[in-house]
Protein backbone atom coordinates (compact mmCIF):
# COMPACT_ATOMS: atom_id res chain seq x y z
CA UNK A 1 0.00 0.00 0.00
CA UNK A 2 2.63 2.27 -0.87
CA UNK A 3 3.45 4.98 1.87
CA UNK A 4 2.70 2.49 4.97
CA UNK A 5 3.44 3.46 8.10
CA UNK A 6 5.97 6.36 9.67
CA UNK A 7 7.68 5.43 13.04
CA UNK A 8 10.34 7.28 15.26
CA UNK A 9 9.38 10.53 13.91
CA UNK A 10 11.28 13.22 15.36
CA UNK A 11 9.08 16.01 14.09
CA UNK A 12 11.23 17.68 11.89
CA UNK A 13 8.34 18.14 8.90
CA UNK A 14 10.69 17.77 6.37
CA UNK A 15 8.62 15.19 4.80
CA UNK A 16 5.24 16.88 5.15
CA UNK A 17 7.37 19.86 3.00
CA UNK A 18 8.95 17.54 -0.14
CA UNK A 19 5.94 14.95 -0.95
CA UNK A 20 5.08 16.26 -4.17
CA UNK A 21 1.33 15.20 -3.74
CA UNK A 22 0.55 16.44 -0.22
CA UNK A 23 0.30 12.64 1.29
CA UNK A 24 1.77 13.64 4.80
CA UNK A 25 0.64 16.48 7.49
CA UNK A 26 1.44 17.20 11.07
CA UNK A 27 -0.32 15.52 14.10
CA UNK A 28 -0.71 18.30 16.02
CA UNK A 29 -1.19 16.18 19.06
CA UNK A 30 1.74 14.29 19.09
CA UNK A 31 4.32 16.88 16.86
CA UNK A 32 4.80 13.98 14.26
CA UNK A 33 3.96 12.89 10.79
CA UNK A 34 0.70 11.50 9.86
CA UNK A 35 -0.07 9.96 6.35
CA UNK A 36 -3.24 11.81 6.04
CA UNK A 37 -4.05 11.81 2.61
CA UNK A 38 -2.38 8.09 1.23
CA UNK A 39 -4.40 7.40 -1.83
CA UNK A 40 -2.37 9.94 -3.18
CA UNK A 41 0.89 8.53 -2.73
CA UNK A 42 3.13 7.76 -5.88
CA UNK A 43 5.83 5.99 -4.49
CA UNK A 44 8.35 8.47 -5.30
CA UNK A 45 10.91 7.62 -2.38
CA UNK A 46 11.35 11.60 -2.04
CA UNK A 47 9.76 11.81 2.12
CA UNK A 48 12.19 8.60 3.12
CA UNK A 49 15.25 9.49 0.97
CA UNK A 50 14.89 13.03 2.94
CA UNK A 51 13.90 11.15 6.15
CA UNK A 52 16.72 12.49 9.10
CA UNK A 53 15.48 8.96 11.14
CA UNK A 54 15.23 6.90 8.48
CA UNK A 55 11.45 6.41 9.85
CA UNK A 56 9.50 5.71 7.08
CA UNK A 57 8.43 2.51 5.42
CA UNK A 58 7.39 2.43 1.84
CA UNK A 59 5.99 -1.04 -0.22
CA UNK A 60 6.06 -1.01 -3.90
CA UNK A 61 2.33 -1.94 -4.23
CA UNK A 62 0.09 1.46 -5.39
CA UNK A 63 -2.02 2.59 -2.75
CA UNK A 64 -5.81 3.44 -3.14
CA UNK A 65 -8.70 1.63 -3.51
CA UNK A 66 -10.89 1.86 -6.56
CA UNK A 67 -13.77 4.82 -6.63
CA UNK A 68 -17.03 2.19 -7.38
CA UNK A 69 -19.27 4.76 -6.79
CA UNK A 70 -19.82 8.26 -7.61
CA UNK A 71 -20.27 9.15 -3.84
CA UNK A 72 -18.34 10.60 -1.39
CA UNK A 73 -16.39 7.81 0.20
CA UNK B 1 8.99 24.47 8.44
CA UNK B 2 5.90 24.70 7.01
CA UNK B 3 4.97 28.32 7.95
CA UNK B 4 2.07 30.69 7.00
CA UNK B 5 1.21 32.52 4.19
CA UNK B 6 0.21 36.21 3.59
CA UNK B 7 -2.75 36.51 1.99
CA UNK B 8 -1.94 39.72 -0.46
CA UNK B 9 1.68 39.80 -1.90
CA UNK B 10 3.17 42.77 -3.97
CA UNK B 11 6.44 41.87 -6.33
CA UNK B 12 8.04 42.64 -9.50
CA UNK B 13 8.59 39.00 -11.17
CA UNK B 14 6.40 36.33 -9.95
CA UNK B 15 7.83 32.65 -10.96
CA UNK B 16 4.73 30.23 -10.58
CA UNK B 17 6.16 26.57 -10.23
CA UNK B 18 9.65 25.52 -8.71
CA UNK B 19 11.21 22.61 -10.49
CA UNK B 20 14.63 23.46 -12.57
CA UNK B 21 12.92 25.95 -14.80
CA UNK B 22 11.63 28.09 -11.91
CA UNK B 23 14.74 28.21 -9.74
CA UNK B 24 16.97 29.45 -13.08
CA UNK B 25 14.12 31.85 -13.56
CA UNK B 26 13.99 33.33 -10.05
CA UNK B 27 17.69 33.40 -9.42
CA UNK B 28 18.15 35.09 -12.78
CA UNK B 29 15.47 37.85 -12.14
CA UNK B 30 16.59 38.50 -8.56
CA UNK B 31 20.29 38.91 -9.82
CA UNK B 32 18.78 41.68 -11.94
CA UNK B 33 18.04 43.83 -8.88
CA UNK B 34 13.98 42.75 -8.82
CA UNK B 35 12.18 41.48 -6.24
CA UNK B 36 11.07 37.72 -7.14
CA UNK B 37 8.73 35.75 -5.43
CA UNK B 38 8.66 31.79 -6.00
CA UNK B 39 5.27 30.21 -5.38
CA UNK B 40 5.03 26.12 -5.33
CA UNK B 41 2.47 23.21 -4.91
CA UNK B 42 5.53 21.76 -2.44
CA UNK B 43 8.42 22.90 -2.19
CA UNK B 44 11.27 24.45 -4.55
CA UNK B 45 14.05 21.75 -5.55
CA UNK B 46 11.55 19.30 -4.52
CA UNK B 47 9.01 20.31 -7.15
CA UNK B 48 7.72 18.60 -10.02
CA UNK B 49 9.96 16.46 -12.55
CA UNK B 50 13.07 17.85 -10.95
CA UNK B 51 14.28 15.91 -7.86
CA UNK B 52 13.94 13.01 -10.63
CA UNK B 53 16.19 14.28 -12.84
CA UNK B 54 20.02 12.93 -12.84
CA UNK B 55 21.45 13.75 -16.81
CA UNK B 56 22.32 17.29 -17.69
CA UNK B 57 23.37 17.70 -22.03
CA UNK B 58 26.47 19.86 -22.05
CA UNK B 59 27.34 20.95 -25.70
CA UNK B 60 30.73 21.85 -25.29
CA UNK B 61 33.39 22.47 -28.66
CA UNK B 62 35.72 21.67 -26.53
CA UNK B 63 34.98 18.58 -25.65
CA UNK B 64 34.56 17.93 -29.63
CA UNK B 65 31.01 18.54 -30.39
CA UNK B 66 30.34 20.31 -33.73
CA UNK B 67 27.36 22.56 -33.40
CA UNK B 68 25.95 21.35 -37.09
CA UNK B 69 25.69 18.07 -36.16
CA UNK B 70 23.51 18.38 -33.08
CA UNK B 71 21.34 20.70 -35.26
CA UNK B 72 21.07 17.96 -37.71
CA UNK B 73 20.69 15.10 -35.45
CA UNK B 74 17.88 16.71 -33.44
CA UNK B 75 16.30 17.47 -36.54
CA UNK B 76 16.71 13.76 -37.63
CA UNK B 77 15.37 12.05 -34.51
CA UNK B 78 12.92 14.61 -34.49
CA UNK B 79 11.50 14.60 -37.51
CA UNK B 80 12.09 18.49 -38.28
CA UNK B 81 9.75 19.89 -35.98
CA UNK B 82 12.21 20.37 -33.14
CA UNK B 83 12.22 24.78 -32.71
CA UNK B 84 16.18 25.48 -33.62
CA UNK B 85 15.94 28.35 -32.23
CA UNK B 86 15.71 26.75 -28.60
CA UNK B 87 18.56 23.91 -29.41
CA UNK B 88 20.63 27.10 -30.18
CA UNK B 89 19.87 28.78 -26.51
CA UNK B 90 20.81 25.40 -25.18
CA UNK B 91 24.01 25.12 -26.76
CA UNK B 92 24.84 28.57 -26.23
CA UNK B 93 23.54 28.63 -22.50
CA UNK B 94 24.10 24.54 -21.57
CA UNK B 95 27.71 24.88 -20.24
CA UNK B 96 27.09 27.98 -18.27
CA UNK B 97 23.91 26.79 -16.69
CA UNK B 98 25.98 23.13 -15.89
CA UNK B 99 28.92 25.38 -14.36
CA UNK B 100 26.18 27.25 -11.95
CA UNK B 101 25.02 23.78 -10.58
CA UNK B 102 28.68 23.39 -9.71
CA UNK B 103 28.78 26.48 -8.53
CA UNK B 104 25.82 26.13 -5.84
CA UNK B 105 27.01 22.75 -4.38
CA UNK B 106 24.23 20.60 -6.71
CA UNK B 107 26.62 18.07 -8.51
CA UNK B 108 27.05 15.11 -6.64
CA UNK B 109 24.18 15.55 -3.91
CA UNK B 110 21.75 12.99 -4.27
CA UNK B 111 19.14 15.16 -2.04
CA UNK B 112 19.79 17.97 -4.51
CA UNK B 113 16.46 19.41 -4.21
CA UNK B 114 17.28 20.37 -0.51
CA UNK B 115 20.70 21.95 -2.07
CA UNK B 116 18.84 23.91 -4.71
CA UNK B 117 16.09 24.96 -2.11
CA UNK B 118 18.36 26.88 0.20
CA UNK B 119 20.12 28.66 -2.59
CA UNK B 120 16.95 30.43 -3.82
CA UNK B 121 16.38 31.16 -0.35
CA UNK B 122 19.50 32.30 0.19
CA UNK B 123 19.23 34.51 -3.09
CA UNK B 124 16.71 36.64 -1.25
CA UNK B 125 13.71 35.26 -3.33
CA UNK B 126 10.64 35.17 -1.47
CA UNK B 127 9.69 31.47 -1.85
CA UNK B 128 5.99 30.93 -0.99
CA UNK B 129 5.79 27.07 -0.44
CA UNK B 130 2.96 24.67 -0.20
CA UNK B 131 0.11 26.97 -2.42
CA UNK B 132 -1.02 26.05 -5.37
CA UNK B 133 -2.13 29.07 -7.79
CA UNK B 134 -5.27 28.42 -9.74
CA UNK B 135 -5.91 31.34 -11.76
CA UNK B 136 -3.66 34.05 -13.64
CA UNK B 137 -4.87 37.71 -12.93
CA UNK B 138 -5.57 39.27 -16.37
CA UNK B 139 -6.59 43.45 -16.97
CA UNK B 140 -6.11 45.12 -19.96
CA UNK B 141 -4.94 42.22 -21.88
CA UNK B 142 -2.08 41.94 -19.79
CA UNK B 143 -0.78 39.45 -17.15
CA UNK B 144 -0.69 41.05 -13.87
CA UNK B 145 0.04 38.11 -10.97
CA UNK B 146 -2.00 34.92 -9.92
CA UNK B 147 -3.98 33.62 -7.45
CA UNK B 148 -4.47 30.29 -5.12
CA UNK B 149 -4.70 29.16 -1.87
CA UNK B 150 -2.77 27.25 0.84
CA UNK B 151 -2.82 23.55 1.12
CA UNK B 152 -2.63 23.63 5.32
CA UNK B 153 -5.50 25.80 6.13
CA UNK B 154 -7.18 26.73 2.65
CA UNK B 155 -6.12 30.67 2.96
CA UNK B 156 -7.12 32.56 0.03
CA UNK B 157 -3.55 33.37 -1.77
CA UNK B 158 -3.49 36.79 -4.46
CA UNK B 159 -0.46 37.91 -5.89
CA UNK B 160 0.13 41.22 -7.81
CA UNK B 161 3.56 40.87 -10.41
CA UNK B 162 4.75 43.41 -13.14
CA UNK B 163 5.55 40.26 -14.99
CA UNK B 164 4.82 36.32 -14.68
CA UNK B 165 6.86 33.17 -15.10
CA UNK B 166 4.76 30.24 -15.64
CA UNK B 167 6.97 27.41 -14.75
CA UNK B 168 4.54 24.46 -13.15
CA UNK B 169 5.95 22.04 -15.90
CA UNK B 170 3.59 19.63 -17.70
CA UNK B 171 1.69 16.79 -16.53
CA UNK B 172 -0.52 13.56 -16.83
CA UNK B 173 -3.54 11.69 -15.63
CA UNK B 174 -1.80 10.95 -12.20
CA UNK B 175 -0.86 7.56 -13.95
CA UNK B 176 1.14 4.62 -11.64
CA UNK B 177 4.76 4.52 -12.00
CA UNK B 178 6.23 7.61 -13.25
CA UNK B 179 6.85 10.36 -11.14
CA UNK B 180 4.46 12.85 -12.17
CA UNK B 181 1.45 12.17 -10.13
CA UNK B 182 1.43 16.37 -8.52
CA UNK B 183 1.92 17.39 -12.19
CA UNK B 184 -1.59 18.28 -13.93
CA UNK B 185 -0.90 20.84 -16.40
CA UNK B 186 -1.60 23.39 -14.90
CA UNK B 187 0.23 26.05 -15.93
CA UNK B 188 -1.30 25.48 -19.64
CA UNK B 189 -4.97 25.72 -17.89
CA UNK B 190 -4.40 29.01 -16.32
CA UNK B 191 -2.77 29.75 -19.37
CA UNK B 192 -4.98 28.83 -22.05
CA UNK B 193 -7.85 30.38 -19.69
CA UNK B 194 -6.88 33.84 -19.99
CA UNK B 195 -6.00 33.66 -24.14
CA UNK B 196 -2.30 32.01 -24.38
CA UNK B 197 -1.78 29.95 -27.20
CA UNK B 198 -0.88 26.23 -26.34
CA UNK B 199 0.85 23.84 -28.49
CA UNK B 200 2.26 19.96 -28.86
CA UNK B 201 -0.61 18.31 -27.39
CA UNK B 202 -0.54 15.40 -29.68
CA UNK B 203 3.03 14.34 -29.34
CA UNK B 204 3.16 11.40 -26.76
CA UNK B 205 5.79 10.52 -24.05
CA UNK B 206 6.12 6.32 -24.14
CA UNK B 207 7.81 5.85 -20.74
CA UNK B 208 7.44 2.54 -19.61
CA UNK B 209 7.52 1.01 -16.09
CA UNK B 210 8.08 -2.55 -14.54
CA UNK B 211 5.55 -4.80 -15.54
CA UNK B 212 6.13 -7.02 -12.03
CA UNK B 213 6.19 -3.44 -9.90
CA UNK B 214 4.26 -1.05 -12.25
CA UNK B 215 3.32 1.30 -9.27
CA UNK B 216 6.66 1.86 -8.20
CA UNK B 217 8.74 2.80 -11.33
CA UNK B 218 11.47 4.31 -8.53
CA UNK B 219 12.51 1.11 -6.97
CA UNK B 220 13.54 -0.04 -10.28
CA UNK B 221 15.28 2.97 -11.21
CA UNK B 222 16.54 3.17 -7.48
CA UNK B 223 17.55 6.91 -6.68
CA UNK B 224 20.31 7.81 -8.71
CA UNK B 225 23.58 7.32 -6.15
CA UNK B 226 25.33 10.03 -7.72
CA UNK B 227 22.83 13.01 -7.88
CA UNK B 228 23.35 15.53 -11.48
CA UNK B 229 25.76 13.97 -14.05
CA UNK B 230 26.46 15.64 -17.43
CA UNK B 231 25.58 13.66 -20.52
CA UNK B 232 27.47 13.55 -23.57
CA UNK B 233 25.61 13.99 -27.26
CA UNK B 234 22.52 13.18 -28.72
CA UNK B 235 22.44 9.88 -31.19
CA UNK B 236 22.02 10.07 -34.74
CA UNK B 237 18.77 7.69 -35.09
CA UNK B 238 18.34 6.81 -31.09
CA UNK B 239 14.23 7.06 -31.56
CA UNK B 240 14.31 7.92 -27.31
CA UNK B 241 11.18 6.91 -25.78
CA UNK B 242 9.11 5.97 -29.51
CA UNK B 243 6.28 4.22 -29.30
CA UNK B 244 7.54 0.43 -29.99
CA UNK B 245 5.92 -1.54 -26.67
CA UNK B 246 2.54 0.07 -27.42
CA UNK B 247 2.70 -1.06 -30.79
CA UNK B 248 4.11 -4.41 -30.06
CA UNK B 249 1.09 -4.62 -27.96
CA UNK B 250 -1.45 -3.48 -30.25
CA UNK B 251 -0.02 -6.08 -32.90
CA UNK B 252 -0.64 -9.34 -30.49
CA UNK B 253 3.51 -8.88 -29.01
CA UNK B 254 5.32 -8.32 -25.70
CA UNK B 255 6.34 -5.40 -25.11
CA UNK B 256 10.28 -5.43 -25.84
CA UNK B 257 12.26 -6.51 -22.67
CA UNK B 258 14.44 -3.58 -20.71
CA UNK B 259 17.83 -3.62 -19.20
CA UNK B 260 20.72 -1.35 -19.08
CA UNK B 261 21.11 1.39 -20.87
CA UNK B 262 23.86 0.00 -24.10
CA UNK B 263 25.79 3.10 -24.53
CA UNK B 264 27.64 5.05 -21.68
CA UNK B 265 25.41 6.69 -19.42
CA UNK B 266 27.65 9.83 -18.66
CA UNK B 267 30.51 11.38 -17.12
CA UNK B 268 30.90 12.59 -13.39
CA UNK B 269 32.46 16.14 -12.57
CA UNK B 270 36.04 14.49 -12.35
CA UNK B 271 35.67 13.09 -15.68
CA UNK B 272 34.83 9.73 -14.52
CA UNK B 273 32.12 7.81 -16.45
CA UNK B 274 29.25 7.23 -14.57
CA UNK B 275 28.36 2.90 -14.94
CA UNK B 276 24.96 2.31 -15.85
CA UNK B 277 22.18 1.45 -12.71
CA UNK B 278 22.91 -1.33 -10.71
CA UNK B 279 20.29 -4.24 -10.35
CA UNK B 280 18.99 -3.29 -13.77
CA UNK B 281 18.35 -6.72 -15.31
CA UNK B 282 16.51 -7.60 -18.24
CA UNK B 283 12.98 -7.32 -17.27
CA UNK B 284 9.42 -6.79 -18.87
CA UNK B 285 8.37 -3.47 -19.05
CA UNK B 286 4.34 -1.88 -19.86
CA UNK B 287 3.50 1.26 -21.10
CA UNK B 288 1.04 4.21 -19.74
CA UNK B 289 3.63 4.65 -16.68
CA UNK B 290 3.54 8.48 -18.03
CA UNK B 291 0.32 8.98 -19.87
CA UNK B 292 -1.04 12.45 -20.64
CA UNK B 293 2.64 13.59 -20.63
CA UNK B 294 3.60 14.69 -24.15
CA UNK B 295 7.62 14.84 -25.07
CA UNK B 296 9.62 16.67 -22.73
CA UNK B 297 9.15 20.24 -23.88
CA UNK B 298 6.93 19.68 -26.80
CA UNK B 299 4.11 20.77 -24.92
CA UNK B 300 2.94 23.66 -23.33
CA UNK B 301 2.73 27.70 -23.88
CA UNK B 302 3.55 28.27 -27.67
CA UNK B 303 6.66 30.26 -27.67
CA UNK B 304 6.42 33.82 -29.77
CA UNK B 305 10.32 33.74 -30.36
CA UNK B 306 13.08 32.22 -27.98
CA UNK B 307 12.38 34.92 -25.16
CA UNK B 308 10.49 32.57 -23.97
CA UNK B 309 7.11 35.21 -24.27
CA UNK B 310 4.07 34.07 -24.84
CA UNK B 311 1.38 35.74 -26.75
CA UNK B 312 -0.01 37.13 -23.74
CA UNK B 313 2.07 41.08 -22.62
CA UNK B 314 3.22 40.20 -18.79
CA UNK B 315 3.27 35.96 -19.33
CA UNK B 316 6.49 34.15 -19.66
CA UNK B 317 7.22 30.51 -19.39
CA UNK B 318 9.76 27.86 -19.51
CA UNK B 319 10.97 24.48 -19.01
CA UNK B 320 7.99 21.69 -19.48
CA UNK B 321 5.73 23.93 -19.54
CA UNK B 322 7.13 26.04 -22.62
CA UNK B 323 6.08 24.66 -26.05
CA UNK B 324 10.06 25.26 -27.01
CA UNK B 325 10.22 22.16 -29.07
CA UNK B 326 13.85 21.51 -28.14
CA UNK B 327 13.66 17.83 -29.26
CA UNK B 328 10.72 17.88 -31.32
CA UNK B 329 8.21 15.07 -32.18
CA UNK B 330 10.68 12.33 -30.15
CA UNK B 331 13.27 12.77 -26.87
CA UNK B 332 16.70 13.64 -28.75
CA UNK B 333 18.24 11.99 -25.49
CA UNK B 334 18.84 11.89 -21.93
CA UNK B 335 20.02 14.51 -20.48
CA UNK B 336 18.35 17.47 -22.87
CA UNK B 337 15.25 17.69 -20.31
CA UNK B 338 17.06 18.50 -17.28
CA UNK B 339 19.72 21.24 -19.39
CA UNK B 340 16.71 22.41 -21.79
CA UNK B 341 14.54 23.69 -18.70
CA UNK B 342 17.26 25.64 -16.86
CA UNK B 343 18.73 27.03 -19.94
CA UNK B 344 15.29 28.33 -20.57
CA UNK B 345 14.68 29.12 -17.19
CA UNK B 346 17.73 31.62 -17.22
CA UNK B 347 16.40 32.95 -19.93
CA UNK B 348 12.68 33.68 -19.11
CA UNK B 349 13.95 35.31 -15.69
CA UNK B 350 16.39 37.68 -17.57
CA UNK B 351 13.10 38.27 -20.07
CA UNK B 352 10.75 39.02 -17.63
CA UNK B 353 12.82 40.96 -15.36
CA UNK B 354 13.64 43.40 -18.22
CA UNK B 355 9.79 43.50 -19.34
CA UNK B 356 8.95 44.09 -15.75
CA UNK B 357 11.41 46.89 -15.51
CA UNK B 358 9.66 48.41 -17.69
CA UNK B 359 6.03 47.71 -16.73
CA UNK B 360 3.73 49.11 -13.63
CA UNK B 361 2.44 47.19 -11.16
CA UNK B 362 -1.39 47.14 -11.56
CA UNK B 363 -2.98 46.60 -8.75
CA UNK B 364 -6.62 44.13 -8.45
CA UNK B 365 -9.54 45.35 -6.85
CA UNK B 366 -11.42 43.91 -3.36
CA UNK B 367 -14.39 42.86 -6.07
CA UNK B 368 -12.20 41.29 -8.11
CA UNK B 369 -10.69 39.32 -5.51
CA UNK B 370 -13.82 38.23 -3.94
CA UNK B 371 -15.65 37.13 -6.91
CA UNK B 372 -12.09 35.07 -7.54
CA UNK B 373 -12.38 33.59 -4.01
CA UNK B 374 -16.06 32.81 -4.73
CA UNK B 375 -14.89 30.84 -7.81
CA UNK B 376 -11.79 28.98 -6.52
CA UNK B 377 -13.95 28.31 -3.73
CA UNK B 378 -17.16 26.87 -4.88
CA UNK B 379 -16.33 23.42 -4.70
CA UNK B 380 -16.00 23.30 -1.33
CA UNK B 381 -19.79 25.03 -0.68
CA UNK B 382 -21.03 22.65 -3.51
CA UNK B 383 -23.91 19.66 -2.44
CA UNK B 384 -23.03 17.36 -5.17
CA UNK B 385 -21.43 13.70 -4.65
CA UNK B 386 -19.29 13.81 -7.48
CA UNK B 387 -15.77 13.66 -5.90
CA UNK B 388 -12.26 14.38 -7.81
CA UNK B 389 -10.60 10.84 -7.08
CA UNK B 390 -13.88 9.77 -9.20
CA UNK B 391 -13.42 11.58 -11.67
CA UNK B 392 -9.72 11.07 -11.66
CA UNK B 393 -10.11 7.67 -12.25
CA UNK B 394 -12.88 7.34 -15.26
CA UNK B 395 -10.60 9.97 -17.14
CA UNK B 396 -8.53 7.11 -16.22
CA UNK B 397 -10.03 4.62 -17.91
CA UNK B 398 -11.13 6.39 -20.77
CA UNK B 399 -7.64 7.94 -21.87
CA UNK B 400 -4.89 5.82 -20.36
CA UNK B 401 -5.56 2.64 -22.96
CA UNK B 402 -3.04 2.21 -25.68
CA UNK B 403 -5.61 2.49 -27.99
CA UNK B 404 -6.67 5.52 -27.48
CA UNK B 405 -3.85 7.90 -27.00
CA UNK B 406 -0.80 5.67 -28.16
CA UNK B 407 -1.65 3.78 -31.12
CA UNK B 408 -4.56 6.54 -32.58
CA UNK B 409 -7.76 6.27 -35.05
CA UNK B 410 -10.30 8.59 -35.51
CA UNK B 411 -13.72 6.68 -34.20
CA UNK B 412 -11.88 5.77 -31.16
CA UNK B 413 -10.49 9.42 -30.34
CA UNK B 414 -13.78 10.56 -31.02
CA UNK B 415 -15.48 8.46 -28.29
CA UNK B 416 -13.13 8.85 -26.14
CA UNK B 417 -13.79 12.80 -26.85
CA UNK B 418 -17.05 12.41 -26.55
CA UNK B 419 -16.71 10.97 -22.90
CA UNK B 420 -14.21 13.69 -22.21
CA UNK B 421 -16.88 16.29 -23.04
CA UNK B 422 -19.10 14.79 -20.52
CA UNK B 423 -16.60 15.23 -17.85
CA UNK B 424 -15.76 18.88 -18.75
CA UNK B 425 -19.66 19.82 -18.59
CA UNK B 426 -21.34 17.67 -16.20
CA UNK B 427 -18.95 16.38 -13.86
CA UNK B 428 -16.16 18.99 -13.57
CA UNK B 429 -18.87 21.90 -12.29
CA UNK B 430 -20.25 19.35 -9.68
CA UNK B 431 -16.84 18.25 -7.96
CA UNK B 432 -17.44 18.49 -4.21
CA UNK B 433 -14.21 19.14 -2.08
CA UNK B 434 -13.88 18.77 1.73
CA UNK B 435 -10.35 20.30 2.48
CA UNK B 436 -7.93 22.15 1.16
CA UNK B 437 -6.50 19.01 0.19
CA UNK B 438 -9.61 17.80 -1.47
CA UNK B 439 -9.52 21.85 -3.53
CA UNK B 440 -6.19 20.69 -5.06
CA UNK B 441 -7.34 17.17 -6.25
CA UNK B 442 -10.75 19.37 -8.08
CA UNK B 443 -8.39 22.12 -9.64
CA UNK B 444 -6.18 19.59 -10.69
CA UNK B 445 -8.42 17.14 -12.09
CA UNK B 446 -10.33 19.72 -13.84
CA UNK B 447 -6.90 20.73 -15.38
CA UNK B 448 -6.48 17.04 -16.38
CA UNK B 449 -10.19 17.26 -18.31
CA UNK B 450 -8.66 19.95 -20.11
CA UNK B 451 -5.22 18.33 -21.04
CA UNK B 452 -7.24 15.19 -22.37
CA UNK B 453 -10.01 17.24 -24.81
CA UNK B 454 -6.78 19.39 -25.92
CA UNK B 455 -4.46 16.27 -26.56
CA UNK B 456 -7.51 14.32 -28.69
CA UNK B 457 -8.48 17.73 -30.86
CA UNK B 458 -4.63 18.02 -31.41
CA UNK B 459 -4.41 14.19 -32.29
CA UNK B 460 -7.61 14.39 -34.51
CA UNK B 461 -6.39 17.55 -36.50
CA UNK B 462 -2.84 16.53 -37.13
CA UNK B 463 -3.82 13.70 -40.23
CA UNK B 464 -0.80 12.18 -40.42
CA UNK B 465 1.90 10.13 -38.84
CA UNK B 466 5.07 11.16 -37.20
CA UNK B 467 7.52 11.01 -34.07
CA UNK B 468 5.87 9.84 -31.22
CA UNK B 469 2.46 10.67 -33.20
CA UNK B 470 1.03 7.57 -34.96
CA UNK B 471 -1.93 6.92 -36.86
CA UNK B 472 -3.40 3.84 -37.81
CA UNK B 473 -5.34 6.15 -40.20
CA UNK B 474 -2.74 7.83 -41.54
CA UNK B 475 0.37 5.60 -41.05
CA UNK B 476 2.97 8.18 -42.99
CA UNK B 477 4.37 11.64 -42.60
CA UNK B 478 3.10 14.05 -44.51
CA UNK B 479 5.43 17.06 -45.68
CA UNK B 480 3.31 18.50 -47.46
CA UNK B 481 0.58 19.60 -44.91
CA UNK B 482 2.40 18.85 -41.61
CA UNK B 483 5.94 20.86 -41.31
CA UNK B 484 3.83 22.19 -39.00
CA UNK B 485 2.58 22.72 -35.09
CA UNK B 486 -0.87 23.05 -33.92
CA UNK B 487 -1.57 26.19 -31.93
CA UNK B 488 -5.05 25.61 -29.21
CA UNK B 489 -6.42 28.78 -28.17
CA UNK B 490 -9.81 29.78 -26.16
CA UNK B 491 -12.22 31.25 -28.83
CA UNK B 492 -16.11 31.47 -27.96
CA UNK B 493 -16.84 28.36 -30.08
CA UNK B 494 -14.61 26.65 -27.60
CA UNK B 495 -11.06 25.02 -28.81
CA UNK B 496 -9.94 26.50 -31.64
CA UNK B 497 -6.78 25.03 -33.44
CA UNK B 498 -4.29 26.62 -35.64
CA UNK B 499 -1.68 25.65 -38.08
CA UNK B 500 2.08 27.47 -37.39
CA UNK B 501 4.04 26.52 -40.29
CA UNK B 502 7.72 25.48 -39.29
CA UNK B 503 10.29 28.30 -40.85
CA UNK B 504 10.93 27.43 -44.17
CA UNK B 505 14.82 26.93 -43.75
CA UNK B 506 14.25 24.10 -41.26
CA UNK B 507 12.05 21.76 -43.52
CA UNK B 508 13.66 18.69 -45.09
CA UNK B 509 15.48 18.19 -48.24
CA UNK B 510 12.44 16.86 -50.19
CA UNK B 511 14.84 15.75 -52.91
CA UNK B 512 15.68 13.22 -50.43
CA UNK B 513 13.96 10.08 -51.19
CA UNK B 514 10.83 9.10 -48.20
CA UNK B 515 12.49 6.73 -47.05
CA UNK B 516 15.72 7.51 -46.58
CA UNK B 517 14.39 11.21 -45.40
CA UNK B 518 12.35 9.18 -42.66
CA UNK B 519 13.82 5.39 -41.92
CA UNK B 520 11.71 4.83 -39.25
CA UNK B 521 8.43 2.62 -40.46
CA UNK B 522 5.19 3.08 -38.66
CA UNK B 523 2.86 -0.42 -39.48
CA UNK B 524 1.40 0.23 -42.60
CA UNK B 525 2.86 3.03 -43.58
CA UNK B 526 4.33 2.26 -46.96
CA UNK B 527 1.09 0.31 -47.71
CA UNK B 528 -0.97 3.48 -47.21
CA UNK B 529 1.63 5.63 -49.45
CA UNK B 530 1.69 2.49 -52.31
CA UNK B 531 -2.55 3.34 -52.36
CA UNK B 532 -2.27 7.15 -52.38
CA UNK B 533 0.31 7.14 -55.47
CA UNK B 534 -2.36 4.81 -57.31
CA UNK B 535 -5.28 7.06 -56.15
Known amino acids: ?73 | MTKAVPSEIETDVLVIGGGIAGIFAAITAQQKGLEVTLVDKGSPGNSGATPFADTFVVFDEERGHKRQDWIDTVAFNGEYLNNRAFLDLLMDQSKARFQDLQDWGVLGEVKFGLVLRKHVIRNKVNVIERVMMTTLLKKEERVIGAAGFALQDGQPVTITAKATIMCAGAGGFKPTGFPIRSLTHDGDAMAYRVGAEITGKEWIDAHGTPANKPAAGRTQWNLNPHGIFMTGQPKHGARALNLDKEIEVHMGGLPPLAGPPPYAFGALPDGSQVPPPENLPKHQMVGGSSAGLAVHKAEGIFPQNNTCASNIPGLFAAGDGLGSMLCGTLYAGIGFSFSGSSVQGAKAGEEAADYAQKADLVKISQLDTAALNNSMFEPMERESAITAAWVTQILQNAMIPYYVLYVKEQSRMEAALTNVEFMRDHLVPKMIARDPHELRLVHETENMVLNAEMKLRASLYRTESRGSHYREDFPARDDKEWLAWIKIKSSEDGMELLKHPIPESWRPDTSVPYEERYPARFPGELEFRAGQKAA
Do not use: F, H
Request: charged share 20%; aromatic share 6%.
Open chain 1, 1 to 73: MAIAKIENCNGCQMCVLVCPTDVLRMDEKTNTALIAYPDDCQICYLCSLYCQEDAITITPDKAGELVLGWGPS
